[in-house]
Antibody, heavy 122, light 111 residues
Framework: QITLKESGPTLVKPTQTLTLTCTFS??????????VGWIRQSPGKALEWLAI???????RYSPSLKSRLTITKDTSKNQVVLTMTNMDPVDTATYYC??????????????WGQGTLVTVSS | DIVMTQTPLSLSVTPGQPASISCKSS???????????LFWYLQKSGQPPQLLIY???NRFSGVPDRFSGSGSGTDFTLKISRVEAEDVGIYYC????????FGPGTKVDIK
């Protein structure tokens, strides 16, 4: 059974760096084809993909946010960490992490965490 | 960057009636490996999105067969053959042929 859970601060100040942790179970990020991505959703808005890290440590970032994002993994802890620098009120959103696997077919974001709401305000 | 658009943005459906959502991409989603990476998700109120359809037309595990996906190139469609009350929510298409891009979402409610 695959589960993911996001954790991190609920409130950050403008210009601060946000660090979010995705702790997962039911799969390994050392398994070929597996990835964990981050997606956010501003209140009442659409989903926005941020970043993804793969089993082989390959990483991809949203072009519009690439300069502010870093994604890393700790396979011993079953965790993926996303950092976002220079936070702004427009970054207020629910941040989700989600599982991805390629196993004869591509199952993108087939399992999601419940999300964590991050508010950016002074 | 690939831009995804969806029509309509809002849909009100009578239970038992069909529904259809269109998703268009600004570039072909046909990957060089011959696959097309177009996905459909449903986000119910207060919940994370759930995967409905992967690779254009394949239902994910547990998804009722009243949901079907079709299309190719830049034009894709999600159809619900007979809408049920539990199908209410926002439907998103997403491409991953070139990084990842979600559509703006289509809100479906019941008349």
């Amino acid at each position: 059974q695959i589960t993911l859970k996001e954790s991190g601060p609920t409130l950050v100040k403008p210009t601060q760096t946000l660090t979010l942790t995705c702790t997962f179970s039911g799969f390994s990020l050392t398994t070929s084809g597996v990835g964990v991505g981050w997606i956010r959703q501003s209140p009442g808005k659409a989903l926005e993909w941020l970043a993804i890290i793969f089993w082989d440590d390959d990483k991809r970032y949203s072009p519009s946010l690439k300069s502010r994002l870093t994604i890393t993994k700790d396979t011993s802890k079953n965790q993926v960490v996303l950092t976002m620098t220079n936070m702004d009120p427009v970054d207020t959103a629910t941040y989700y992490c989600a599982h991805r696997i390629y196993d004869r077919s591509l199952f993108n974001f087939d399992y999601w965490g419940q999300g964590t709401l991050v508010t950016v305000s002074s | 960057d690939i831009v995804m658009t969806q029509t309509p943005l809002s849909l009100s459906v009578t239970p038992g009636q069909p529904a259809s959502i269109s998703c268009k991409s600004s570039q072909s989603l046909l990957h060089s490996n011959g696959n097309t990476y177009l996905f459909w998700y449903l986000q119910k109120s207060g919940q994370p999105p759930q995967l409905l359809i992967y690779e254009v037309s394949n239902r994910f595990s547990g998804v009722p067969d009243r949901f079907s996906g079709s299309g190719s190139g830049t034009d894709f469609t999600l159809k619900i053959s007979r809408v049920e009350a539990e199908d209410v929510g926002i439907y998103y298409c997403m491409q991953s042929t070139q990084l990842f891009t979600f559509g703006p979402g289509t809100k479906v409610d019941i008349k």
